[in-house]
């Protein structure tokens, strides 16, 4: 459902083992060959404060330089629990990637098939771009209750797709990087509920329901490459469950500049 969250400063800091977060910058040629935890070791050592965006923008140099992931397009899900700020923060990495599409699941889903449309996805979306067409789908109107007038999506280098469930296991071959909000599920609901208003709880009891379900037969955190976790002062990378990381080792990146670990 949608994360529409207060928009944040520049990201930010995630611990690393006694490196700070700043640092001189170092070239990012060989992150999409060393996946990414060598990206984050890349540009993860010391330097001065970095300025504002900086994180989400070499984020975005990350994921243009990976290889096309469906069809000519480099597909980022931006997965979490509702009301873990998906929205906004694959707003601000769209536009460090100059403008690139977001596809919002909640466009795909509906009140009937809160988390039933991978159908739909696979066959409005996935299956056009895999073959370099546009895609064409249309968005639920949840106020309406029913599905509107078709909408384009071309073949864009990166494409994101926002939403719970976007790293769900049918479309994981199809994504270039699975990204996770980490934050908490309590926290998440609580901070939608808020948003949404007490004339949106009963849709809230029915959505968490939902929710639990599908992500106890269907986890996308274990398979997330990066972590995302938003901070007071923008938002910290961590090398998530499926990255390249020996043992012992915990590699972050943000913008603060005495984040440590």
Do not use: N
């Amino acid at each position: 459902m949608a994360a529409v969250g207060m928009l944040l400063p520049a990201p930010r800091a995630v611990p690393r083992p006694a490196i700070s977060a700043g640092g001189h910058e170092r070239d990012l040629r060989c992150a999409a060959a060393g996946g990414v935890s060598a990206w984050l070791d890349s540009v993860a050592v010391p330097r001065p404060a970095r300025t504002p965006g900086t994180i989400i923008e070499q984020l975005a140099d990350h994921l243009r330089r990976l290889p096309p992931s469906c069809g000519p397009v480099r597909l980022i899900a931006v997965d979490g629990h509702a009301g873990s700020g998906k929205s906004t923060f694959a707003g601000q990495l769209a536009a460090a990637l100059d403008g690139a599409p977001v596809l919002h699941l909640d466009d795909i889903a509906s009140h009937e098939e809160l988390f039933g449309w991978t159908g739909r996805l696979l066959a409005q979306v996935i299956e056009p771009l895999s073959r370099g067409a546009s895609a064409h789908y249309s968005p639920y109107d949840w106020h309406a209750r029913r599905f509107g007038p078709a909408r384009t999506l071309p073949p864009a280098p990166v494409i994101l797709v926002e939403g719970v469930g976007a790293g769900r296991r049918v479309l994981r071959p199809h994504l270039a990087r699975l990204l996770w909000m980490e934050l908490p599920h309590e926290e998440s609901w609580r901070r939608g509920r808020s948003r949404d208003g007490e004339e949106q709880r009963e849709f809230w009891d029915g959505w968490v329901r939902a929710e639990v379900e599908h992500f106890a037969e269907d986890p996308s955190r274990p398979f997330a490459d990066l972590l995302v976790r938003q901070r007071k002062e923008g938002y910290e990378l961590l090398v998530g469950p499926a990255g390249t990381l020996g043992p012992d080792r915990k590699i972050t990146l943000g913008d603060e500049p005495s984040a440590m670990c």
